[in-house]
């Protein structure tokens, strides 16, 4: 069981262990109120990925893994996620105009 | 395990959260599953039919088990609002 300390590579790793065996890899979360920790785990049943955390900055990652696990597991491992990823930068671009419309 | 229709469970979810502030966990798993036995996965792929896969979603509080299975990707956002509202224990960036 190991905790990693990136997100980001926690991230690069799953979707690795999903891709590998999208049948057998799950992704579960674990949320404890009383004592303010959140804990990601994935596991394809031989190796498991852990992510613990107690700030609120990561519940954002935390639901853009969300919907990218998500994506995957209904449309297929070969399933397109830059939409779902992408969609954060299309945000950006949007706004990016709009700062220069006002000026 | 109880398992649901889309809405009925993301309720129940949201009462599970709820229920667990002063103590307990609530655990939530998603996996990948066809919903079908192996015999009726082997039988499918002898004749050749396509197997249709769903997200399966399974939430517990250690005593309460709940599921749905589904391909709407509103859930994933419903899950992660939920879940926004509702883990406000975590600390905030002092920066």
């Known amino acids: ?103 | 395990m109880v398992l649901l229709q889309a809405d009925p469970f993301l309720s129940e979810l949201t009462n599970m959260y709820e229920r667990s502030t002063e103590k307990g966990s609530v655990w939530v798993t998603m996996k990948r599953s066809s919903m079908k036995c192996q015999a009726r996965l082997k039988k499918m792929a002898n004749k050749g039919e396509e197997v249709e896969y769903r997200c399966l979603v399974r939430a517990t509080d250690g005593k309460k088990n709940i599921s749905t299975a589904t391909l709407l990707q509103v859930l994933a956002v419903f899950i992660a609002r939920v879940c926004n509202e509702i883990m406000t224990r975590l600390k905030k960036r002092l920066n």
Not at chain 1, 33 to 58: E, I, W
Not at chain 1, 65 to 70: A, P
């Open chain 1, 1 to 103: 069981m190991v905790y990693y300390d990136s997100w980001e590579e926690f991230v690069d790793r799953s979707l690795e262990l999903f891709r590998n065996d999208p049948i057998a890899t799950r992704y579960v979360m674990k949320y404890r109120h009383c004592d303010g920790k959140l804990v990601l785990k994935v596991t394809d049943n031989n190796d498991c990925l852990k992510f613990k955390t107690d700030q609120a900055q990561d519940i954002k990652k935390m639901e853009k893994l969300n919907n990218i696990f998500f994506a995957l597991m209904t449309r297929g491992p070969d399933a397109d996620i830059s939409e779902v990823s992408g969609k954060e930068q299309a945000d950006q671009q949007q706004s990016k105009k709009g700062r220069g419309r006002r000026q």
